[in-house]
C-alpha cells in the first residue's frame, strides 16, 4: 500500500514536472503568462509530491517492510531507527529520490522567492530544472524503481517487480541485508546529503543562466540573482567534501583523508569548476568582463554535477561492461551530452551579445590574476578529468584496465596547487584595472621578504625537504598579505570613526561579507594547507607483529602491545580490540584500542584505528592482524601523521567563513545598487 | 579475513625455522616495513583504489605474504613489480607506464594546460592592444566607501 502510494506519486512528479516544463516553455515563446502560471503550479507541485514519495519510503525502512527489495538492501533489524532513516539516501534507488527531493524543493524556493522580481527569467528556469528532475525521476520510476517488491517463483528463484508477476508468491522475509558496514557512520549519515545539496543548488544558477541566455538578458543580472545561491551550493559541496575525508580518515584505516579516489574526484570536479565561477564572477560584477567564461563555468559546472553523479551511480567505475548493461548508464550519458551541447549550442548562438563592457589594462591588473586562477583550477580539473576518464577510455579500446592513482594526480596537480597558493598571495595586492608591474612590485617585495622568515626558520629547525620549504613560505606569504589586508581595512574605518580597532576590523567584516569572508577562507585554506604539506611530505609509517609486552618505535613515539580481546556484538559484528599503550619520548601518554570490526552479514571487515590527538600532529594506530589467543601476537601498523589537524581546523574555519560571506544581509539588493554605483563612478 | 590471516600465519610459521636455519647464510627475513614499501606502489584487481598495503582483505593479504616470499628469495623491487604485472596486468601499477595508448594520460593534461595558456596570452594581447578608455571600476555591491577608498589606494600606488 505504502509502496503504492510512494510509486504513485513519482509517477505524478514526472508528469507534473514535464507539463511544467513544456507549459513554462510554450507560455514564455508565445507570450502567455496564465500558461506559464499554470506551468509554475505544476513545479510547487512536485515537492510535495516527492516529499511523500520519500515518506513512503522511510515509512518502509522504518516499518521492516523487507518485502520491498530497497528495504531489504539496506536496512536490517540490528539497525538503529536513525540509520533506517538515513538508509534512504543508503543506496541507489533511494539515493536518486532523495536527489529529486532537493532539487524540486530548490526549484520551489528559488521561484518562491522573488518570483515578482525574475518575471521574466522564472520561465526559463522552471524548464531547466523541471527537465532535470524529470530525468531524475524517470531514472526512479523506469530503472531504479526503491518500491520494488520481492517475488517467489514457483521453482523458487527470488524475482523483483513492482506488481506481481504471473507465477509468483509474495516473499516476506524478515530480516534485511544492512547498510553496508563502512557507511554506518556518523560521517557518512550526513555526508551524502551534504555532498547532493551542494550538487543540486548548483542547478539553480545554472538554470538562471540558461534563463538569462534564452531571454538575452546578458548583463549581469543572472549573477546577482544567483550570487548566494551559488555560494550556498559551495559552501555544501565544500562540506561534504571535508565530512568526507573527515570519515576516511576515522574509518577506511590507511592513514589518510584523501586518496584521489574516483568517487572523491567525482565531488572534486564541480567544486573547482564551481571555485572559478565564484572568483571569475567578480570580474563580470565589477568590470562587466568575461561573460562568455562565466557561462561556461556554470554550464561545466552543471554538467560535471551530473557527471559526478553518473559516475558514482551507473557502476562505470568498476567497468565499462558494467556501465553497458545498466539501463541508467546510457540514460545519464546522454542527458549530459544532450544538455551540454543543447547549453553551449545557446551560448554560441548568443556569443555576439555577450562582449565584455570593458578591456584588459595590464597583465598585472587583478581581473587578469583571476583569469590566471581560472586557468591553474581548469589544469586542476582536467588533471582530474583525464584521470578518471582515461581506465574507462583504455579499457574500451585495449580491452586493458589500467589504474591510475594518486602518484600521478600529486605530480600532475602539485605545481598547479603551488601557483595557486602563490595567487592567493598576490591576487589581493593587485588592484583593478591598470596595475603595472613596478606598482604591484612595490606592494609586494616588502611581503614576499618578511614571509621568508617562515622557511628560515623552518630551515633551522631542522627542515630540509625543498619542497615543504616553498611550500610553508607560501603558506605564510599568503597569511601574511590576508593579514595585512585586515589590517588596512580595520585602520580606514579606525582613522575615520572613533572606533577601537578590532571594533573597526568587526564592522569592517561585517558590512563586507563577500569580500572579508573570502579572506578568512583563504586563511582557512593557508591552515589546511599547513596540514596537507604537513601529512604529504612528513608522513611516516611502520608495521610490525608484536607478542605482549613487546613495542614498537615510530620517531619519538613508542607502542606497547598490551591485550588484545575477541568478542561478538549484538549487532553482528565481530570485534577483535587490542589495547596498546602509546608513550612519548619515554613518558606515558595513556592507552590507545585499535580494532577490527568484523561484520557477519556483509562479511566485510572494517579497520578502525586508534589515534592519539594533538595540535601538532597525529599517532595512527591501525590493528593488521592478531594470531589465535594462544600466541598473544598482534601485528600492528603506526603512522605519524604531522600537522594533520590542521586539516580539520583550516576546514573548520573554511565553512565558517563561507557562511559569513553567503549570510544574507539586510539592505542587500546588489541589483540597483551596483548599477547606480558605476553609474556614479562614470559621473565622476 | 581471519582465516586468511591465519592461512598467512600458519604458512609464517612454517615458513620461520627454515629462515631461522638458514639465516646463518642468508640476510634476515623481509620486515614488515620492506613488504609494505613495495606493497604500496601495487593495486590488487579485486579492491579498486586501495593500495595494497592498506587493504583488509583476504587477496591483499596473500599478495603481501607473495611479496615477503620474492623478497626472502632475494628478488628486487622491479622485479617483484614485474612478476605481478605479468601475472595480473598493467592495472596492479599505481599509473600506467608510458608506452602505447598510455602515453596520453601523460601527454594530454600538460598540453590542455598549455593550450588554455595560449589562450589566455592571446587574450590578453588582444585585449591589451584595444586602446578604448578603461571603464571605471564599480564599487562593491554594498558599496561601502571604505572598500571603495581601499581599492582605491592598491591604484593609486602606481
Known sequence: ?684 | MQRSLKVYLVLMAIAAPVLIASAAVQPPPPSDDEVNAIAHQLYCPVCENVPLDVCPTQACAQWRATIRDKLAQGWSEAQIKDYFVEQYGERVLATPPARGLNWLVYVLPPAAFLAGAFVLYRAFRSWGQNSEPLVPTAPDADGDPYVARLEEELRRRS
Open chain 1, 1 to 684: 500500500m505504502l509502496a503504492n502510494l510512494g510509486y504513485f506519486s513519482l509517477v505524478l512528479t514526472f508528469v507534473a514536472a514535464l507539463y511544467g516544463a513544456g507549459a513554462a516553455a510554450y507560455g514564455a515563446v508565445r507570450r502567455r503568462p496564465a500558461l506559464v502560471e499554470s506551468a509554475r503550479h505544476a513545479m510547487l507541485l512536485t515537492w510535495p509530491l516527492v516529499t511523500l514519495a520519500s515518506l513512503s519510503i522511510i515509512a518502509l525502512l522504518v516499518g521492516r517492510h523487507y518485502e520491498v527489495k530497497y528495504v531489504a538492501a539496506v536496512t536490517s533489524n540490528a539497525m538503529p531507527t536513525y540509520l533506517k532513516v538515513t538508509a534512504l539516501w543508503g543506496g541507489q534507488a533511494g539515493s536518486l529520490v532523495f536527489w529529486s527531493w532537493l532539487l524540486s524543493a530548490f526549484a520551489t524556493a528559488a521561484s518562491l522567492r522573488r518570483w515578482e522580481r525574475d518575471r521574466e527569467f522564472l520561465p526559463w528556469v522552471i524548464v531547466v530544472t523541471m527537465i532535470t528532475l524529470a530525468f531524475f525521476i524517470s531514472l526512479v520510476i523506469f530503472f531504479e524503481n526503491p518500491f520494488q517488491r520481492l517475488w517467489q517463483t514457483l521453482d523458487g528463484r527470488q524475482v523483483s517487480a513492482l506488481f506481481q508477476p504471473s507465477g509468483t508468491i509474495p516473499l516476506f522475509p524478515t530480516d534485511g541485508q544492512g547498510l553496508n558496514p563502512l557507511l554506518r557512520h556518523p560521517g557518512m549519515v550526513i555526508h551524502p546529503p551534504m555532498l547532493y545539496l551542494g550538487f543540486v543548488s548548483f542547478v539553480i544558477p545554472y538554470a538562471f543562466a540558461i534563463a538569462a541566455l534564452v531571454t538575452r538578458r546578458t548583463d549581469d543580472r543572472w549573477i546577482r540573482i544567483t550570487r548566494r545561491w551559488t555560494l550556498v551550493a559551495w559552501l555544501f559541496l565544500s562540506l561534504g567534501l571535508i565530512l568526507g575525508g573527515r570519515w576516511a580518515y576515522d574509518v577506511l584505516g590507511w592513514g589518510g583523508y584523501w586518496g584521489w579516489d574516483p568517487v572523491e574526484i567525482a565531488a572534486f570536479m564541480p567544486w573547482l569548476t564551481g571555485t572559478a565561477f565564484l572568483h571569475s564572477v567578480m570580474i563580470q560584477e565589477k568590470r562587466g568582463m568575461l561573460k562568455h567564461w562565466n557561462m561556461l563555468l556554470i554550464i561545466l559546472t552543471y554538467s560535471l554535477v551530473i557527471f559526478g553523479t553518473f559516475l558514482t551511480r551507473s557502476g562505470v567505475l568498476s567497468s565499462v561492461h558494467a556501465f553497458a548493461q545498466s539501463a541508467i548508464g546510457p540514460m545519464f550519458f546522454g542527458f549530459i551530452g544532450l544538455t551540454f551541447v543543447v547549453s553551449v549550442s545557446l551560448l554560441m548562438n548568443r556569443w555576439g551579445e555577450l562582449r565584455g563592457e570593458n578591456h584588459l589594462g595590464s597583465v598585472f591588473a587583478r581581473e587578469s590574476l583571476f583569469l590566471l586562477n581560472n586557468l591553474l583550477f581548469m589544469g586542476i580539473l582536467v588533471v582530474c578529468f583525464w584521470g578518471v576518464l582515461f581506465p574507462l577510455i583504455s579499457e574500451l579500446f585495449t580491452g586493458q584496465k589500467v589504474t591510475v592513482g594518486p602518484p600521478f594526480y600529486e605530480r600532475a596537480t602539485g605545481p598547479l596547487w603551488v601557483g595557486l597558493l602563490f595567487l592567493m598571495g598576490v591576487a589581493p595586492l593587485s588592484a583593478y584595472g591598470a596595475t603595472s608591474w613596478r606598482s604591484l612590485g612595490r606592494g609586494l617585495w616588502k611581503l614576499l621578504l618578511l614571509s621568508l622568515i617562515v622557511p628560515a626558520a623552518l630551515y633551522f629547525s631542522g627542515v630540509t625537504l625543498a619542497g615543504a620549504l616553498i611550500g610553508y613560505w607560501l603558506i605564510g606569504f599568503v597569511a601574511i598579505v590576508t593579514l595585512v589586508e585586515f589590517w588596512r581595512g580595520a585602520l580606514a574605518r579606525h582613522r575615520r570613526h572613533a572606533e577601537s580597532l578590532p571594533l573597526a576590523f568587526w564592522r569592517m567584516a561585517i558590512r563586507n561579507r563577500r569580500r572579508y569572508g573570502g579572506y578568512i577562507i583563504h586563511l582557512g585554506v593557508v591552515l589546511m594547507a599547513i596540514g596537507i604539506i604537513g601529512i604529504e611530505m612528513f608522513q611516516t609509517e611502520t608495521q610490525g607483529t608484536l607478542a605482549r609486552g613487546e613495542s614498537l618505535s615510530l620517531g619519538r613515539y613508542t607502542l606497547t602491545y598490551e591485550s588484545l580481546a575477541q568478542f561478538d556484538t549484538a549487532d553482528g559484528r565481530n570485534v577483535a580490540r587490542a589495547v596498546v599503550q602509546v608513550s612519548r619520548d619515554g613518558r606515558n601518554l595513556g592507552d590507545l584500542y585499535p580494532r577490527r570490526d568484523f561484520y557477519y552479514a556483509s562479511q566485510q571487515p572494517m579497520t578502525i584505528p586508534g589515534v592519539r590527538s594533538s595540535l601538532q600532529d597525529d599517532f595512527y594506530v591501525l590493528l593488521v592482524g592478531w594470531e589465535p589467543i594462544a600466541q598473544e601476537g598482534a601485528t600492528f601498523k603506526i603512522y605519524h601523521n604531522p600537522a594533520v589537524n590542521f586539516v580539520w581546523m583550516g576546514g573548520l574555519i573554511f565553512i565558517a567563513a563561507t557562511l559569513l560571506a553567503a549570510w544574507p544581509t539586510r539592505e542587500f539588493d546588489g541589483l540597483r545598487e551596483a548599477a547606480t554605483a558605476r553609474a556614479v563612478v562614470a559621473r565622476a
